[in-house]
């Protein structure tokens, strides 16, 4: 599976932004696919999780309640909508996908396989 993370731009703090990622390659059906973000001199973070097949959603605390993450099974795509926006989710955010991560490793980035290239959150105060 190739991924293709998109929608990454400059919003002020509150703002919204939607980001995209785009499967090619294979579809994403039977995959869980997870989104990761890394700031600079960070670690990276997890930030959502979706299961395709019965669309169960996951969330880290600091994004719960302000995050949304979904499927479009028509685009082969999942989306990841970000809402109140605050100078601290400024990092580049990543798509993710597996087939075969099991429901406790969700939260960790070893257990993915497949990753796309990465998009640019900024946030201004």
């Known amino acids: 599976v190739q991924l293709q993370a998109s929608g990454g731009g400059l919003v002020q703090a509150g703002g919204s932004l939607r980001l995209s990622c785009a499967a090619s390659g294979r579809t994403l059906r039977n995959h869980v696919v997870g989104w990761f973000r890394q700031a600079p001199g960070k670690g990276r973070e997890f930030v959502a999780a979706?299961?395709?097949?019965?669309?169960?959603?996951y969330y880290s605390d600091s994004v719960k309640g302000r995050f949304t993450t979904s499927r479009d099974s028509v685009k082969d795509s999942v989306y990841l909508q970000m809402n109140s926006l605050k100078p601290e989710d400024t990092a580049v955010y990543y798509c993710?996908?597996?087939?075969?991560?099991?429901?406790?490793?969700?939260?960790?980035?070893?257990?993915?396989?497949?990753w796309g290239q990465g998009t640019q959150v900024t946030v201004s105060s």
């Open positions: 979706i299961r395709w097949n019965d669309r169960n959603t």
């Open positions: 993710a996908a597996s087939r075969t991560i099991i429901v406790s490793s969700y939260r960790n980035d070893n257990g993915y396989s497949y």
